[in-house]
């Protein structure tokens, strides 16, 4: 059992233009381990920023706080798996540059929401099944939540060669990036603690432009 197929968006309307690129440095200029290190300072900032949380009020371990901190984690982590063995192989100098973007933003996420967690004295893991947070019932199948790639679909991803690699990659990514936001939008509707709804706007607002930017790329890719 797979998670929801997620091909077209009610998002997709609202999408903003895609920035230019042309001031990025090329996704060539980075080593493995210079991407390595980028992560853990990623991390580490995004640990430092959950910080400042606000310690007025602290989500209880049933919230929707605290759900969707642990669930958008797990999704996060996958979408940095994917980015990492694009960046390794992707043929594309764009798509290798869009996977360190990717993975590095969304591990400093990883690292904000670890931190509420244990501000707000919780555990990493949750009594309550995933996504069991929203109001809306969103399915989850075989643990997997909206957009979250299969077992399958990553072995395949990782077997892939040549530009079949990218077209993968970019595939996965976009459907991931739209389920992304299905869960952002959910605790924005939901919530009211000031820094989750500051970061939760921060995260919907890269991913929209990203997945501009990966729709772009997916032409590029199919004439490869």
């Excluded at 960046?87 to 973007?101: F, G, K, W």
């Excluded at 993975?103 to 995933?130: D, V």
């Amino acid at each position: 059992m797979t998670a929801p197929a997620t091909t077209d968006s009610e998002y997709d309307d609202d999408l903003p233009a895609a920035p230019d690129q042309g001031g990025r440095a090329p996704a060539s200029r980075y080593g493995v381990l210079t991407l390595a290190i980028m992560l853990v300072v990623g991390l580490l900032l995004g640990y430092a920023g959950g910080l400042l949380t606000p310690r007025l009020t602290r989500p209880g371990d049933a919230s929707v706080e605290a759900g969707f901190a642990r669930d958008m984690t797990t999704h996060h982590a996958q979408a940095v798996e994917m980015s990492l063995i694009a960046y390794r192989s992707a043929t594309l100098p764009e798509v290798r540059q869009i996977a360190v973007d990717i993975a590095t933003g969304q591990q400093g996420e990883i690292g904000a929401m670890q931190t509420w967690l244990r501000e707000w004295g919780l555990s990493p893991t949750g009594s309550k099944p995933p996504m069991a947070w929203m109001s809306d019932g969103a399915t989850v199948k075989d643990g997997l939540m909206p957009g979250m790639a299969t077992p399958a679909q990553m072995t395949a991803l990782r077997d892939a060669r040549g530009i079949e690699i990218d077209r993968q990659f970019l595939t996965l990514m976009y459907n991931h990036h739209l389920g992304g936001i299905h869960m952002i939008d959910a605790a924005l509707d939901e919530t009211d603690n000031a820094e989750v709804v500051r970061v939760a706007q921060t995260m919907k607002a890269t991913q929209q432009t990203e997945l501009n930017n990966l729709r772009q790329l997916q032409a590029q890719a199919a004439k490869g």
